[in-house]
């Protein structure tokens, strides 16, 4: 079975906190901080800009780390951006 990763950020308008609320009710913890450090590679040829191919290494916590290649096959517009 192939793995997709699919990702949706929202802006929040009270900062997360009704979701925060949420999330206790159904029993979830909150974990402490965490600090990711993203390291992005990508090919000389390729404009990044233009289509979002890269390989991105994160760091989570100081020392868990993993690896992520994305490639975007369709030219991005400022409306991606």
Avoid: N, W
Wanted: positive net charge; glycine residues 8%.
């Amino acid at each position: 079975m192939k793995r997709i990763e699919v990702e949706r950020k929202r802006q929040l308008s009270d900062g997360g906190e009704r979701l925060a609320g949420l999330l206790v009710e159904l029993g979830r913890q909150a974990s402490g901080p965490v600090t990711e450090v993203d390291t992005y590679f990508s090919r000389r040829d390729v404009d990044y800009t233009q289509t979002v191919e890269c390989l991105r290494v994160r760091q989570r916590g100081g020392s868990q780390r993993s690896c992520t290649s994305r490639r975007l096959t369709r030219r991005l517009t400022a409306r991606h951006m």
